[in-house]
């Protein structure tokens, strides 16, 4: 077995409060066949050792990593528009994963690849310090109850892990329709002193990040959407 790496950030924080819950959910055929003949090819095995990304890839490019993408209709339309970049994205709900291969399939998509594991341990052991271009979070669980706060995954020891993986430059990216939420992740983001905030608080939304179409309803009824753009100093 493979020894965790020597900066792990998290090791004094365990037992550890996961922030998310693998819900069930129905797989369309659809999907479950994208997963059946994409998945050897565009699914990484989660593994305790740093991997080879080139390798992954076939390529050498900037790696950009995005936290929790749902059914991936984002994660895929940006990674269609950045063919010079390679894309990271990291779910555990199936169905998402299985909706994110179709897309691959559909646009053939080469430049994207999938871990179906928890993002903590992802960073921990597969990515190496100071190796991404950047970081997307967008719209994570706010866990709206007070009691269930904890298990928000922007808290500050996660962001300094997630800090450790960027190289100088890089940009960390979050986004949520949940004003609490986004206030408390201003807090932290701004407590990390290995980021800079780039804008005077909330940023604009760059055009980089397309809109959904559960935030296109939701601003249609006068619901706010927060973006958060920090960099790696």
Not at 54 to 75: H, K, Q, S, W, Y
Not at 85 to 99: C, Q
Request: charged letters at 20%; glycine letters at 8%; a positive charge.
């Amino acid at each position: 077995m493979t020894a965790p790496p020597a900066d792990d950030l998290s090791a004094t924080a365990r037992p550890r409060i996961r922030s998310f819950v693998v819900r069930p959910g129905r797989m369309g055929p659809g999907q479950a066949r994208a997963l059946a003949e994409l998945g050897p090819r565009f699914v990484l095995p989660y593994a305790p050792e740093v991997t080879d990304f080139a390798a992954a890839f076939g390529r050498r490019a900037p790696l950009v990593l995005e936290i929790g993408f749902g059914m991936g209709d984002a994660t895929a339309t940006i990674a269609a528009a950045r063919p010079e970049t390679d894309f990271l994205g990291i779910e555990v709900h199936p169905p998402g994963v299985g909706a994110l291969l179709k897309r691959i399939g559909e646009a053939a998509l080469t430049n994207l690849r999938i871990v179906q594991h928890d993002a903590v341990e992802v960073l921990e052991h597969m990515i190496a310090p100071a190796s991404l271009a950047g970081v997307h979070l967008f719209f994570p669980d706010p866990w709206h109850k007070v009691r269930h706060h904890k298990r928000r995954l922007v808290q500050p020891a996660f962001v300094r892990l997630l800090a450790s993986r960027l190289r100088p430059g890089a940009t960390l990216h979050c986004a949520t329709d949940w004003e609490p939420y986004a206030a408390q992740m201003l807090q932290v983001l701004c407590a990390e002193p290995s980021l800079a905030n780039t804008a005077a608080g909330f940023a604009d939304r760059p055009a980089l990040r397309p809109l959904t179409k559960f935030e296109n309803r939701g601003l249609g009824l006068g619901h706010g959407v927060w973006d958060l753009l920090f960099e790696k100093r």
